[in-house]
């Protein structure tokens, strides 16, 4: 089976980049995998490095000029590939493969929406893409289900694959190799500090501001016992 994944992210895309990372390098194994995303991404550099997969730069713009050379760019992709499937992963890739696969008719590919998020659907975009470039629709969580089946896309089938951590191969460090860790990460930390850490990254939507401002309104003790840890780019100013 031929699998198309897009993505819309210019960036690192956070939790997309490390769903379709994961989803794309096990199918690999049985299915010939390929990756759309716009050039310079995260995703796209994954994919180019990773012999198994194939990598297309499509520009998933919401900028009027930009969005019909990457529609066209795209169509042509899905007509000389003739992917069996197409994964997205949110509105504006979606949005571009819907538009890519008109006039395809019975030779379009099954198109697999992921939600990612807890964002309301609305609009009349959401009823097209989900009437016309839709037959199947994943839940990431039961909020997602809870969203999706108040929408236009209640009529695609929706299926639950509930993310959540491998913890046969994520095994808890003993108190030991905790306590050396923390000392190399962060040296000079009073132990009784609590640590927060987010791999999340650093966009503001992320909400890493709120947890900052939350802190902030704690009284002086307790607040000079918490530390915050973010992994990702230097965040904007």
Not at 60 to 68: A, G, I, Q, T
Not at 174 to 199: F, I, K, M, W
């Amino acid at each position: 089976m031929k699998i198309l994944y897009t993505n819309f992210h210019h960036g690192s895309g956070g939790g997309h980049f490390t769903y379709i990372n994961g989803l794309a390098k096990a199918m690999a194994a049985r299915h010939e995998v390929s990756i759309a995303s716009p050039a310079g991404s995260q995703l796209h550099a994954m994919a180019e490095a990773d012999p198994a997969l194939h990598a297309f730069a499509i520009d998933f713009s919401n900028n009027f000029k930009r969005l019909w050379p990457a529609r066209r760019a795209l169509a042509k992709i899905l007509r000389d590939e003739r992917f069996d499937i197409v994964h997205v992963n949110g509105s504006p890739d979606h949005r571009l493969v819907m538009l890519a696969m008109a006039g395809m008719g019975r030779q379009r590919p099954r198109v697999v929406y992921t939600k990612h998020n807890n964002l309301p659907i609305s609009g009349l975009g959401a009823s097209i893409r989900a009437h016309f470039a839709t037959d199947r629709t994943i839940c990431t969580c039961l909020e997602a289900r809870r969203i999706l089946e108040a929408s236009p896309y209640a009529r695609t089938g929706l299926v639950d694959v509930l993310l959540g951590v491998d913890t046969g191969f994520f095994t808890p460090a003993d108190a030991r190799q905790a306590a050396e860790a923390r000392t190399a990460l962060l040296p000079g930390l009073a132990p009784d500090t609590l640590v927060l850490g987010s791999n999340a990254g650093t966009s503001e939507y992320k909400g890493w501001l709120d947890l900052l401002q939350a802190i902030s309104l704690l009284p002086f003790e307790q607040r000079n016992r918490l530390h915050v840890v973010l992994a990702g780019r230097p965040p904007a100013a």
